[in-house]
């Protein structure tokens, strides 16, 4: 599907355009009349539920017949629940604390002069992303409550559903008196026109990939712009010896299959050759529609359980699969973390406080966890409202990335007649 009459070129050049001039306007714009645009928006996708579900089910036929995996159609599926739950937190969004202004830190020199960091908008955000039709709201709510504009491009497999989203938040952003300019989505699903904003250095100040390897990997290796990377989620939770039984079994089960096919899902699990109910925590896996891939060690205790290659200790499934190891202490745990992680969540099921302690400060990861499901990695969860992604760099953020996260800095400087030698 084609929709532009331009090239990609010029196509992102305009929309840059666009986007800076609406910059402009939200700098003149008060944190109230933001918060309101947000709380119109979060009534307009209440309002146009119907007509996001129509569109949500041409998305969902088209994926179905194209052969969309059952994760992929969970990340892709909306109904009025999940739409209720997009409409929310576009609405905390709104009522979270504005980072804008906040003087991070003031020192004064011995001259006198006064020198402060002020946080500030980033300016133009590209987010480019697959399958979850809901990024479209909680990119554009996050983008706009932190002062910057947004282009947004979603994957073909949701363009419908992205289109009536994307309509619905500008009705509610244009009733508070914003530009409509502030959130833009591509209106073509060209990958050409992903090229496009990967080059357009100058125009598009900050670039955030949300989606599988593949197109991570392009990301990174086209872009012109920043990037502010999200990698898959290869979670781990680690079982140690001292693990209360119950409380592994119920984590372990809830980190894998809640959902299966969101970043947060736990995709290999290590026990401790200490843990004495390795059985019942496999056994609860398998009966909850789970299949285990697992080492020898694992293999002898459930004749259900098939043999892990070596590549699927560095899959991510997205699916009810998960791979099983045993390991001889926490050194080996940190050891095939270290491995095997790509810096996302890595949880300890423990009692121990030493070996808890090992744990915190031996992964190196932007999420590390203690007696806690990974499908908490969220920023949701972690109370900052939606999301834009969950950064697995270690520039500029780190972790669920929110307001605080696309926001900058500039250098106030306060003198009083200082000249300088």
Same mark, same amino acid.
């Given at each position: 599907?084609?929709?532009?009459? +331009? ?58 017949? #194209? ?29 979270? $604390? ?14 006198? &002069?006064?020198?402060?960091? @002020? ?24 983008? &706009?409550?932190?002062?910057? /504009? ?31 300019? *502030? ?63 119950? &409380? ?5 089960? #809830?980190?894998?299959?809640?959902? *299966? ?38 293999? =002898? ?7 892990? @290659? ?10 009810? !699969?998960?791979?099983? =190891? ?8 940190? #050891? ?26 031996? !992964? ?7 007696? /806690?499901?990974? +499908?908490? /990695? ?21 972790? $669920? ?21």
């Amino acid at each position: 599907m084609n929709d532009m009459t +331009q090239s990609p070129e010029m196509l992102i050049s305009a929309m840059a355009a666009k986007a800076r001039a609406a910059c402009a306007r939200l700098m003149q714009v008060g944190d109230n009349q933001k918060a309101r645009g947000l709380e119109l928006a979060a009534q307009a996708l209440r309002d146009h539920t119907d007509a996001i579900c129509r569109a949500n089910g041409q998305d969902m036929d088209n994926a179905a017949s #194209n052969g969309l995996s059952a994760a992929l159609l969970d990340r892709l599926r909306l109904d009025t629940g999940r739409i209720e739950g997009t409409a929310a937190g576009v609405e905390q969004v709104a009522h979270l $604390p504005n980072p804008l202004g906040e003087i991070i830190d003031e020192s004064t020199r011995p001259n006198g &002069m006064i020198l402060q960091r @002020k946080r500030v908008p980033l300016g133009v955000i590209g987010i480019i992303y697959e399958s979850r039709p809901n990024v479209t709201a909680d990119a554009a709510a996050l983008c &706009m409550r932190a002062g910057n /504009a947004a282009i947004l491009r979603g994957g073909s497999e949701a363009i419908e559903s992205n289109r009536a989203i994307h309509a619905a938040m500008v009705e509610g952003l244009e009733a508070a008196g914003l530009p409509g300019d *502030t959130i833009q989505l591509v209106p073509t699903t060209d990958r050409a026109a992903v090229g496009a904003m990967l080059r357009a250095a100058g125009l598009i100040d900050l670039i955030v990939p949300r989606g599988g390897k593949s197109l991570v990997a392009r990301v990174q290796d086209e872009a012109r712009v920043p990037v502010l990377a999200h990698l898959d989620g290869m979670n781990t939770s680690y079982v140690h010896s001292s693990a209360n039984p119950d &409380m592994a079994r119920e984590l372990v089960v #809830n980190s894998k299959m809640r959902r *299966t096919g969101i970043c947060g899902a736990t995709e290999t699990i290590l026990f401790d050759k200490g843990f004495t109910a390795k059985h019942q925590v496999i056994a609860a896996l398998l009966d909850a529609g789970c299949a285990v891939r697992g080492d020898e060690a694992i293999q =002898a205790i459930d004749a259900r359980v098939t043999a892990a @290659k070596d590549e699927d200790w560095d899959t991510e499934y997205l699916d009810a !699969v998960v791979s099983i =190891a045993q390991v001889d202490d926490i050194d080996s745990a940190l #050891n095939h973390i270290s491995a095997h992680s790509s810096g996302h969540t890595d949880a300890i099921i423990a009692e121990d406080e030493e070996a808890i302690e090992r744990f915190f400060n031996g !992964v190196d990861s932007a999420i590390v966890m203690l007696n /806690a499901s990974t +499908q908490f /990695a969220d920023g949701g969860e972690f109370g900052l409202g939606a999301e834009i992604g969950i950064s697995t760099g270690r520039l500029h953020a780190r972790g $669920p990335v929110a307001l605080e996260g696309l926001t900058t800095y500039k250098w106030i400087v306060r003198g009083s007649g200082q000249t300088r030698a």
